[in-house]
């Protein structure tokens, strides 16, 4: 029974290890990241009209950022990203050096991780100027107007262009909470003082510990099978 006994307390470590490999998943990771604006990702950006936290013509449309320097775990360094712009009051200054954030702290990101969870595959696979500028917009609704989610009304408002972006957009955003999700991403957000804040995600795996953890709890349960036997042996 000691033996036993020992083995039990061998499994608890073993998922209290597993846990802890897991925990830093859901946990704050910061860091410097320097990012140099290459273009658009896809093709050339689309012009909409817009009006809010200020009003003109925009050009919408995930960037292509190279990646030169990066001390955060989540961001390779060279390499490069897809970046959503969340400041529409500042210009990208380039190259340009960024406070990383993905604790999502910020009041939008609840909804903001559902929108890249639900459509950031239809991105990927339309790779088109249209479905990339529909991000876009669909992100700025929620970063300035999460209350509303409605691109003609409130703080962040779409008074034209590009119907196809624009209805697509909408549809997204009304059927955020209902719509299911097809990815699992973390969201990265990028502040600078000199340049236009920006966000990105990153995809997150269910990582080799998550397994090992669940190799523990089965092991446990077997063994957990085995005490409640034991008894009945002795007797026999």
């Known amino acids: ?85 969340i400041e529409l009051t500042q210009f990208i200054n380039t190259p340009a050096n960024y406070t990383s954030d993905s604790s999502g702290s910020d009041s939008w990101s609840g909804k903001m991780t559902q929108l890249f969870n639900q459509h950031y595959k239809d991105v990927l696979a339309g790779a088109s100027n249209v479905v990339s500028a529909a991000m876009q917009l669909a992100v700025w609704e929620i970063a300035y107007d999460s209350s509303s989610l409605d691109l003609s009304r409130g703080n962040f ?14 549809e997204w955003l009304s059927n955020l909470s209902t719509s299911s999700s097809t990815g699992d991403y973390k969201l990265v957000k990028l502040t600078s003082g000199k340049s236009q804040d920006l966000m990105t995600v990153v995809p997150t795996p269910i990582p080799a510990a998550a397994l090992l953890f669940g190799s523990a709890l089965g092991l446990g349960g077997l063994l957990q099978r085995r005490r409640r036997a034991t008894p009945a042996a002795a007797v026999a």
């Not at 006994?5 to 410097?32: D, E, M, N, Q, Y």
């Not at 990702?41 to 950022?65: D, E, I, K, R, W």
């Not at 408002?157 to 909408?170: E, F, I, K, L, W």
């Open 157 to 170: 408002r779409v008074t034209s262009g590009n119907s196809n972006a624009r209805n697509m957009a909408q």
């Open 1 to 85: 029974m000691s033996k036993l006994k020992f083995s039990l307390r061998a499994v608890s470590l073993l998922a209290g290890v597993a846990l802890g490999a897991i925990a830093p998943l859901h946990s704050a990771v910061a860091g410097t990241v320097g990012l140099d604006y290459v273009g658009p990702q896809y093709g050339n950006y689309l012009s909409f009209g817009v009006a809010g936290p200020t009003s003109g013509s925009v050009q919408a449309g995930g960037f292509n950022m190279k990646v030169n320097s990066s001390n955060d775990p989540l961001i390779s360094s060279p390499g490069s990203i897809l970046a959503w712009c």
